[in-house]
């Protein structure tokens, strides 16, 4: 009897095993799809959709860096910012130094990065809702200081005349080799936030984020891994903002005020953060969204509001949370990547 029933449990397993290297496969498989798509896309859409593709490589940078930090649950209303920082690091770097795109983005990022961990130190002694009203208050604190200092930042209208970067003999001022560039830049960018999300350290992070308390208890310095959770998320946000700054060729304050954190936070709150997927579904529904509902310009504050709010009390999980129990269908009883990470923003 216990035989046949040791039988039946190897024969689930081993089926469990295939089904679940199937999935693997299959996922793998819809990737290289995807990263066929991306390269023969600027060949088959008009200058205008090509260019909503370039400003979401780019958001998809600045989307999949803001879960870094929530991963230890410090959900920031200063991300943004901290994307702006990196956008006026590399306008005064390009016009003032002249210096070529391939350096103006990684000084950029650095900047953001530094400033992102000087920041965070004082902000480590709140947690939840004070974090996120503190975060609020230096990033307006930073907002500000461009309005104020004219000479230096442009004031209220902001900086003009950012180059779009060359290299070489390629000009980025064109939008193929521009989206190429973003993409290129972006696959680097969401390979390294991956393998942090997949680390040791990224396991660090959601143990904070799941009980603190209990991580101190292990060994675990607590405020070093916050700070360097909020920082490694401001470095790639600068990433973000000095890609926009060159494709843009401006920036200004009102560029990064709440209203654009909002967005972010709806990216987030529709897609999910239970996952590293989770805020790139997001990000492609609302980018979707977004362009459908550019004729009704004065209520689309309205729709994504109400979208917000949906999702908020009906599904507070997000998108990736509707196919995490599809995959369980698919899958029975594998277990769902869900559950060891943090949750959606606000909870």
Not at 71 to 78: N, R
Not at 120 to 130: N, S, Y
Not at 179 to 195: P, S
Not at 275 to 293: C, D, K, M, R, Y
């Amino acid at each position: 009897m216990h035989g046949g029933r040791s039988d039946r449990q190897t024969s689930r397993l081993a089926w469990k095993g295939e089904s679940v290297t199937r999935t693997n496969w299959t996922f793998a498989a819809f990737l290289v799809l995807v990263l066929a798509g991306a390269c023969v896309a600027p060949f088959l859409v008009k200058p205008y959709t090509l260019e909503i593709l370039i400003i979401f490589l780019i958001n998809l940078i600045l989307v999949c860096s803001y879960r870094i930090p929530a991963m230890t649950g410090d959900w920031s209303l200063s991300h943004v910012v901290m994307m702006g920082v990196g956008a006026y690091t590399t306008a005064l770097l390009s016009t003032h130094l002249d210096l070529s795109i391939l350096l103006t983005v990684p000084l950029s990022a650095i900047v953001a990065g530094i400033l992102g961990y000087i920041i965070v130190l004082p902000m480590i002694r709140t947690r939840g809702f004070g974090f996120f009203i503190a975060s609020f208050a230096i990033g307006e604190f930073v907002r500000l200081t461009w309005v104020k200092f004219r000479d230096v930042f442009g004031g209220p209208r902001g900086m003009i005349g950012i180059p779009n970067g060359e290299i070489g003999s390629i000009d980025l001022f064109f939008a193929t080799p521009s989206y190429f560039f973003m993409l290129v830049i972006a696959f680097i960018c969401l390979t390294i936030m991956y393998r942090i999300d997949k680390s040791r350290i990224g396991s660090t992070f959601v143990a904070i984020y799941k009980d603190e308390e209990l991580a101190e208890a292990v060994g675990i310095n607590v405020p070093h891994y916050r700070a360097l959770a909020f920082a490694t998320g401001t470095f790639f946000a600068g990433i973000a903002g000095a890609l926009l700054a060159h494709r843009l060729g401006a920036v200004d304050p009102k560029g990064f005020d709440i209203n654009t954190m909002v967005y972010l936070i709806i990216w987030i709150v529709v897609g999910g953060s239970a996952t590293f997927w989770g805020p790139i579904v997001g990000l492609i529904v609302v980018t979707f969204a977004f362009e459908w509902t550019r004729p009704l310009l004065e209520w689309r504050p309205l729709l994504f509001g109400g979208l917000l709010i949906f999702f908020l009390v009906f599904l507070p999980g997000g998108l990736e949370s509707l196919l995490a129990k599809i995959r369980q269908r698919l899958v029975p009883g594998q277990n769902d990547d869900a559950a060891a990470s943090p949750g959606t923003a606000g909870e």
